[in-house]
């Protein structure tokens, strides 16, 4: 008998059998398979329609947006002053807004500018040895140029996109799973984890690394949903290719040079963004196969086995090529001035090839992208080769637990001629996840490895391959110095994944009422419980006054101290 199953109707394939195909059994009648329920439509199934409520679609995020972002803006000059690696980043964004390149400060530099003194530089200028691109600099330059070099200029720009990755998570979660509620539920997951918070409120790199990450995957889902459209155009109105075709050339996918742009300033960001970037663009790849084969194309023949390659290779250009544009476009500081550091490292110096001097017709263009290439050298070896301590280094297996946080700024021993209401009051700002989302959505996860491998639901295998890529690759570094703030980046498809899960609780649409109300409620009481941990431990991401007594309360672990 042939039947339509829900695994058929969520990946786009065809419940229909060919023509010629032997049936054994009672076959569909027009439009209803052998149980009399409705097979919706070729387009329907490759690309089902997003919900109805577009208003309510935008508003709903929206909304959820703007109150993160008052947590995210609220107080966010203080504290007045350099905090953790801000010891590094706004200063060389600052000379990156100046001189175009990074040069070297004087010693008493954090100092003079939280006072308001901007002559900071080293006289004469010196190049500085710096170890990540410029991109997220860049960003964060673009507050200190429009606010000003002060503790709120430096950390506008970051608290900019923790909010709007909110309102990205929402419509992302919405495209995936066809619901403006579950895309409500992941934008309320992401406001209100606590490393996010922390994240938006400090000028490092790691949040606008988390932020191209989390909207080259959108893009990537629009394209999606763009190219099996085209796709179902092709097939109809016969339901399929025609046997032995491999369906329409679609080469000009505007959507993936988007991502390729996002990708890029994630890479150009920091090197870490590149394995996501190899993992997705193989993951769109592998979806427009699957787009193919929903309409039964086949590879038979060898003129559709090279179209396929073709589409490999225009996936390839239009990502990864857009992504190294886009890189070496964030150094062009550093490639039209002459004092950053090895800038010169190619002058008078001939190119060698396998122990052969070759010519140089064009020093001028070819010199300092040869330096650019020694200079990456150069801090390619700076990080394969760290050998230092820290006292908040974690290893990677310890991330997705919570199990070792980091204190960006501590503040003891406030009396109560400082308002404190015992002998002994602290601020702190620690840079923790919210341990119930954490747990949880670890948790999850598993889950969704199970729903995708055994379940064979393409949505499962999005946080599976995320958390994979953002996380794994940090254990062959297990024997430096990294941290858990890192793990900014992992965090979108843990929520993505606790989402996906919290769908299969909630239950259908057309699920009895009794089901969908008592999965409801569990929903309902995951979120908040979140709510509440996140709740309870906002006094010490945002550096809040507390007695020794209530932060004391809050380390659940003595990792936590």
């Known amino acids: 008998m042939t039947t339509t199953t829900g695994r058929d109707l969520e990946d786009g394939l065809d419940p229909r059998p060919a023509p010629d195909a032997p049936t054994n059994g009672p076959t569909t009648t027009?439009?209803?398979?052998?149980?009399?329920?409705?097979?919706?439509?070729?387009?329907?199934?490759?690309?089902?329609?997003?919900?109805?409520?577009?208003?309510?679609?935008?508003?709903?995020?929206?909304?959820?947006?703007?109150?993160?972002?008052?947590?995210?803006?609220?107080?966010?000059?203080?504290?007045?002053?350099?905090?953790?690696?801000?010891?590094?980043?706004?200063k060389d964004a600052w000379s990156l807004l100046n001189y175009g390149v990074e040069h070297q400060f004087v010693e008493k530099a954090n100092d003079l500018i939280v006072g308001g003194n901007l002559n900071v530089f080293v006289n004469p200028l010196q190049p500085s040895f710096v170890v990540h691109p410029p991109a997220g600099k860049w960003l964060i330059a673009l507050g200190e140029w429009a606010?000003?070099?002060?503790?709120?200029?430096?950390?506008?720009?970051?608290?900019?996109?923790?909010?709007?990755?909110?309102?990205?998570?929402?419509?992302l979660v919405r495209r995936l799973t066809r619901s403006t509620l579950l895309g409500c539920v992941a934008a309320l997951l992401l406001a209100l984890d606590g490393l996010h918070l922390v994240e938006s409120r400090i000028a490092l790199?790691?949040?606008?690394?988390?932020?191209?990450?989390?909207?080259?995957?959108?893009?990537?889902?629009?394209?999606?949903?763009?190219?099996?459209?085209?796709?179902?155009?092709?097939?109809?109105?016969?339901?399929?290719?025609?046997?032995?075709?491999?369906?329409?050339?679609?080469?000009w996918r505007p959507w993936r040079l988007v991502a390729g742009l996002c990708f890029g300033l994630a890479i150009a960001t920091k090197w870490s963004a590149i394995i996501p970037l190899a993992v997705f663009g193989l993951l769109t790849v592998?979806?427009?196969?699957?787009?193919?084969?929903?309409?039964?194309?086949?590879?038979?023949?060898?003129?559709?086995?090279?179209?396929?390659?073709?589409?490999?290779?225009?996936a390839f250009v239009t990502m990864v090529f857009t992504a190294a544009l886009v890189y070496v476009a964030s150094w062009t500081g550093w490639l039209v001035t002459t004092t950053g550091y090895d800038r010169k490292w190619a002058t008078d110096k001939d190119p060698v090839f396998l122990g052969v001097s070759l010519p140089n017709p064009l020093p001028g263009l070819f010199d300092p992208l040869r330096s650019l290439w020694h200079y990456h050298q150069e801090i390619?070896?700076?990080?394969?080769?760290?050998?230092?301590?820290?006292?908040?280094?974690?290893?990677?297996?310890?991330?997705?637990?919570?199990?070792?946080?980091?204190?960006?700024?501590?503040?003891?021993?406030?009396?109560?001629?400082?308002?404190?209401?015992?002998?002994?009051?602290?601020?702190?700002?620690?840079?923790?996840?919210?341990?119930?989302?954490w747990w949880g959505a670890t948790i999850a996860v598993i889950a969704c490895l199970v729903f995708w491998l055994a379940g064979r639901?393409?949505?499962?295998?999005?946080?599976?391959?995320?958390?994979?890529?953002t996380w794994i690759p940090w254990f062959q570094y297990d024997d430096r110095p990294i941290f858990y703030f890192y793990a900014i980046v992992i965090l979108p498809f843990l929520v993505i994944g606790a989402t996906l899960v919290l769908g299969k609780v909630l239950g259908p649409p057309e699920a009895p009422p009794n089901r969908r109300m008592w999965g409801a409620a569990l929903v309902g009481g995951f979120v908040l419980l979140v709510a509440l941990n996140f709740a309870y431990l906002f006094p010490i991401l945002t550096d809040q006054t507390i007695t020794y007594a209530e932060w004391l309360s809050r380390m659940w672990l003595k990792t936590w101290v």
């Open 205 to 251: 790199l790691d949040l606008p690394v988390m932020f191209w990450l989390l909207l080259g995957l959108s893009t990537l889902l629009i394209d999606r949903d763009w190219m099996r459209r085209r796709i179902a155009d092709a097939a109809e109105p016969l339901g399929r290719i025609a046997p032995g075709q491999w369906g329409p050339r679609l080469l």
């Open 30 to 90: 027009v439009g209803r398979d052998a149980e009399g329920l409705r097979i919706p439509p070729l387009r329907e199934r490759l690309s089902p329609p997003m919900p109805v409520d577009r208003v309510i679609g935008w508003l709903a995020p929206l909304l959820i947006t703007a109150v993160a972002g008052f947590f995210r803006f609220w107080n966010l000059g203080n504290p007045a002053k350099f905090v953790f690696d801000e010891t590094y980043y706004p």
């Open 380 to 437: 390619w070896t700076f990080h394969t080769n760290l050998t230092d301590t820290h006292q908040y280094q974690s290893s990677p297996w310890s991330w997705l637990v919570v199990g070792r946080p980091v204190s960006f700024d501590w503040v003891d021993k406030i009396g109560p001629d400082k308002g404190c209401s015992t002998d002994r009051c602290v601020q702190e700002i620690l840079g923790i996840g919210t341990p119930i989302l």
């Open 457 to 469: 639901d393409w949505r499962f295998g999005i946080p599976v391959l995320g958390v994979a890529a």
């Open 147 to 171: 606010v000003g070099m002060n503790p709120f200029g430096w950390r506008v720009a970051i608290a900019v996109l923790g909010t709007l990755s909110i309102l990205v998570m929402a419509r």
């Open 286 to 314: 592998w979806w427009d196969w699957g787009a193919r084969r929903a309409v039964r194309s086949t590879l038979f023949r060898v003129s559709t086995f090279f179209r396929a390659i073709l589409d490999a290779f225009v």
